[in-house]
């Protein structure tokens, strides 16, 4: 199976778009997740030191990552591009006029811009809402100039473990997203001819007050279950009810645990 057939059958882009567009309003009361995998993401060197070069923002959301890169890096234009409509409301104005060169809906798999204009593409955690990776890489690489520099994050594969064994012992349905694993993330950057590919892993571990608090800042921040396998119909309170006494097994001093697999990309496109 190729990687952009997996992607392909895991999620609705419409889907992913009314999200996004239902969570804006009240999204960065829920997004210190994104923000500290943000922040890690621009420690790499790779990610620095890109001043007067042109960068594009893929999944801006509300512009935290976009202001950080004009703030950080003194690049000469950023850009904002967001396949929710709400999101880059919120950005226009948090970015103000003089911080962001444009502001852009639209989708990652076709990106409405020329051949060879970016220097950098960032994202943080957007590509796992994609439908086709390789899609979304090739459109970067053709976006990016000779030796332009593709930094993004995403969700692996360990990511709310916790959430999913507890679902799994209660009925067979797809409760929790999917996300694929280092070495597919690799294979599909080299067949869309990125070289130099680092990536690095960090296993985050938020705690909550209950688990029907940790599904709450999911749906927040725009990330419940959007798997096309998931139980269309309202889930059965017994296996509803099973699911809570599963998780609050797991619970500690601290509350009960979510773990959040960070995936942090670097790749290069030849010259």
Same mark, same amino acid.
Request: charge should be positive; include cysteine; glycine fraction near 8%.
């Given at each position: 199976? @190729?990687?952009?057939? #997996?992607?392909?059958?895991?999620?609705?882009?419409?889907?992913?778009?009314?999200? #996004? &567009?239902?969570?804006?309003?009240?999204?960065? +009361?829920?997004? $210190?997740?994104?923000?500290?995998?943000?922040?890690?993401?621009?420690?790499?060197?790779?990610?620095?030191?890109?001043?007067?070069?042109?960068?594009? &923002?893929?999944?801006?959301?509300?512009?935290?990552?976009?202001?950080?890169?004009?703030?950080?890096? +003194?690049?000469?234009?950023?850009?904002?591009?967001?396949?929710?409509?709400?999101?880059?409301?919120?950005?226009?104005?948090?970015?103000?006029? @003089?911080?962001?060169?444009?502001?852009? !809906?639209?989708?990652?798999?076709?990106?409405?811009?020329?051949?060879?204009?970016? &220097?950098?593409?960032? $994202?943080?955690?957007?590509?796992?809402? !994609? +439908?086709?990776?390789?899609?979304? #890489?090739?459109?970067?690489?053709?976006?990016?100039?000779?030796?332009?520099?593709?930094?993004?994050?995403?969700?692996?594969?360990?990511?709310?473990?916790?959430?999913? @064994?507890?679902?799994?012992?209660?009925?067979?349905?797809?409760?929790?997203?999917?996300?694929?694993?280092?070495?597919?993330?690799?294979?599909?950057?080299?067949?869309?001819?990125?070289?130099?590919?680092?990536?690095?892993? &960090?296993?985050?571990?938020?705690?909550?007050? @209950?688990?029907?608090?940790?599904?709450?800042?999911?749906?927040?921040?725009?990330?419940?279950?959007?798997?096309?396998?998931?139980?269309?119909?309202?889930?059965?309170?017994?296996?509803?009810?099973?699911?809570?006494?599963?998780?609050?097994?797991?619970?500690?001093?601290?509350?009960?645990?979510?773990?959040?697999?960070?995936?942090?990309?670097?790749?290069?496109?030849?010259?």
């Amino acid at each position: 199976m @190729s990687v952009g057939g #997996f992607q392909k059958v895991t999620y609705s882009k419409e889907m992913v778009r009314q999200s #996004f &567009d239902s969570a804006s309003q009240n999204y960065n +009361e829920h997004t $210190s997740l994104q923000r500290l995998i943000g922040d890690r993401l621009l420690l790499h060197k790779k990610a620095q030191n890109h001043a007067n070069q042109s960068v594009l &923002d893929i999944g801006a959301g509300t512009g935290y990552l976009t202001k950080k890169l004009f703030e950080l890096n +003194e690049v000469k234009d950023v850009y904002a591009l967001d396949i929710a409509i709400g999101m880059l409301k919120h950005a226009r104005h948090y970015l103000g006029t @003089s911080q962001a060169k444009g502001v852009i !809906c639209a989708d990652a798999e076709k990106l409405p811009l020329n051949d060879g204009v970016m &220097d950098v593409i960032y $994202s943080n955690l957007a590509f796992q809402w !994609c +439908e086709n990776l390789e899609k979304v #890489f090739a459109q970067a690489h053709r976006v990016l100039q000779p030796k332009g520099l593709f930094v993004f994050s995403t969700f692996g594969p360990a990511t709310l473990t916790e959430l999913k @064994s507890s679902w799994q012992q209660s009925d067979k349905a797809v409760h929790v997203n999917s996300f694929v694993g280092e070495e597919v993330i690799r294979q599909a950057l080299q067949r869309a001819g990125f070289y130099d590919i680092t990536i690095l892993t &960090d296993n985050i571990v938020n705690y909550y007050s @209950s688990p029907k608090q940790l599904m709450v800042s999911l749906k927040g921040m725009g990330a419940h279950n959007m798997n096309q396998g998931r139980r269309l119909g309202l889930t059965g309170v017994k296996s509803f009810k099973a699911m809570l006494k599963a998780y609050e097994s797991l619970r500690t001093e601290q509350g009960v645990p979510a773990t959040f697999q960070a995936v942090y990309v670097y790749a290069k496109k030849g010259e």
